[in-house]
């Protein structure tokens, strides 16, 4: 089966650099997905890596090693509506599987 | 740019009560989910489904139905509805999930069950 874990919760300051974890099980391996969810609203997609290494998408850069199971999504220059729920998401064969979520509070 | 749309938005229903919570996407995207999403967790997968005409279990489909009716939409159905199924349900849809594609959300759907 499939299976993802990520911390459930991480404060940092504006400006500041952050790093959400997600280490994952799965029986076959399409790729490694994040998506942001605010508060009240549907999650929305940020970032994929199929192969290892780093995709960098302006503030947002996700990294994933696929020999140890393991990616993490980094945010620079935190922002207050960088605020949010953070999923990682494992594509598998017609089904989307995630995790259940971290959530980032920025402070200022 | 409708993308994913779904109704009701907001709903309140009586224990034993059935409703069916609908949705459409205009992207031709071959494959559709329905997920739900309980205070504090992820999204856990009902149903879904691969392409037009197919439908598959989840993770969680227990006390649901789904109806792929057409390529465009893909219909959850709460025959006798209970507490625990009070949620956020989102529908879903994405081209294909093998290479990694997107996956584009509703605006969810929230039930109560009282």
């Known amino acids: 089966g499939q299976s993802l874990e990520q911390p459930s919760e991480v404060t940092a300051v504006e400006g500041a650099i952050v790093q959400i974890n997600c280490t994952y099980q799965t029986s076959g391996f399409y790729g490694l997905s994040w998506y942001q969810q605010h508060d009240g609203g549907a999650p929305t997609f940020l970032s994929y890596?199929?192969?290892?290494g780093l995709e960098e998408t302006g503030r947002f850069s996700s990294f994933l090693s696929r020999s140890d199971s393991y990616g993490y999504l980094l945010l620079q220059e935190l922002q207050m509506k960088d605020s949010a729920s953070y999923f990682c998401a494992l594509p598998n064969f017609n089904k989307f599987y995630f995790g259940s979520g971290t959530k980032l509070n920025v402070k200022p | 740019n409708a993308g994913v749309t779904q109704t009701p938005k907001f709903q309140v229903l009586k224990t034993g009560q059935s409703m069916t919570l609908q949705c459409a996407q205009d992207m031709n995207h071959n494959s559709m989910y329905w997920y739900r999403q309980d205070p504090g967790m992820g999204l856990r997968l009902i149903y879904y489904?691969?392409?037009?005409?197919?439908?598959d279990k989840g993770e969680v489909p227990n006390g649901y139905n789904v109806s792929r009716l057409n390529k465009r939409e893909f219909s959850l159905r709460l025959e006798s509805a209970a507490p625990s199924q009070t949620s956020v349900y989102f529908c879903a849809s994405s081209e294909s999930p093998d290479s990694g594609n997107t996956i584009y959300f509703g605006e969810g759907s929230w039930l109560t069950v009282v």
């Open positions: 489904s691969a392409s037009e005409g197919t439908t």
């Open positions: 890596n199929g192969l290892d």
